[in-house]
């Protein structure tokens, strides 16, 4: 905070030795390692809205850590509080583009416990090793399962329309 004295105190009534002090706020841009709060609706390449921000609890991140994706996080450097800005983010910059070898045929068997699997529905699962792994399952017969364990939005190009609403150390 920085502290200024404005006004001639006169004008106000006030007597000679009255001092008017107000605050002002200094803006930070964002840069690394400061904490970003803001906005944001995402859009794919169709203008479907896939994400947003809801009113009142804006998303939070430390900038510079990776906690999100690159061509975003490239695109917000710079920007001050109040600033709004339309990012389109290309498959590269973001979640990557689809990647064939990342669509398996698996042994129904492996779905024990009596999921009841559906096409078009995501899911999480665990590997034999204990990982967590989400995926999508694509088809289905009588003895294998066909999932994606693509990104939903890989190979998307992405619309973000942001808004800072604050920067902090």
Partial sequence: ???????????????????IIAERRVL???????????????FDETGELIDSSSEGHPFS?????GSIIPGLERELEGMEP??????????????????????????????????????????????????????TVTGMNEQTVEIDLNHPLAGKTLRFNVTIEEVLE
């Fill in 1 to 19: 905070m920085q502290r200024s004295i404005f006004g001639d105190p006169s004008l106000l009534g006030l007597g000679p030795r009255c001092f």
């Fill in 28 to 42: 930070m841009k964002v840069e690394p390692f400061k904490t970003v709060v803001l906005h944001y609706q995402l």
């Fill in 61 to 65: 991140f430390v900038f510079g850590e």
């Fill in 82 to 135: 109040g600033e709004e800005k339309e990012i389109v983010v290309q498959p590269e910059d973001g979640y990557g583009p689809r990647n064939p070898n990342l669509i398996q045929q698996v042994p129904k068997g492996v779905f024990a416990g009596g999921a009841e699997l559906e096409v078009g529905m995501s899911y999480t699962g665990r590997t034999e090793a204990g990982n967590v792994v989400n995926f």
